[in-house]
């Protein structure tokens, strides 16, 4: 059974920069598609950024220029850096790993942007 345990969120002031990582307890990390999604109190929950084995990387059109998403396989680790971080982007992110018959999340860490 994979674990995903989420780490790196917090309160940062608009403009600024957070870095969440997301590792995996088995080796199927590395022939998952792992993904970023966030949901805001009283929302639904939404993709943020994706990326597969081969490295193809997808994000949504809110993020794209100021989010960066990547993966080491060797870590098992994907990571989202977070550039000028505005209060719309307040929610709780959660790691998603994919197959072809399995999906599984994380905790969720809360990022909270306000002055």
């Known amino acids: 059974q994979v674990q995903l345990v989420e780490s790196g969120g917090g309160l940062v002031q608009p403009g600024g920069s957070l870095r969440l990582s997301c590792a995996a307890s088995?080796?199927?990390?590395?022939?998952?598609?792992m993904a970023w999604y966030r949901q805001a109190p009283g929302k639904q929950r939404d993709l943020v950024a994706s990326?597969?084995?081969?490295?193809?990387?997808n994000y949504a059109d809110s993020v794209k220029g100021r989010f960066t998403i990547s993966r080491d396989n060797a870590a098992r680790t994907v990571y989202l850096q977070m550039n000028n971080l505005q209060p719309e982007d307040t929610a709780v992110y959660y790691c998603?790993?994919?197959?072809?018959?399995?999906?599984?999340w994380g905790q969720g860490t809360q990022v909270t942007v306000s002055s």
């Open positions: 990326v597969t084995p081969g490295g193809v990387i």
């Open positions: 998603n790993l994919a197959l072809v018959g399995l999906n599984r």
């Open positions: 088995a080796s199927i990390f590395n022939i998952a598609t």
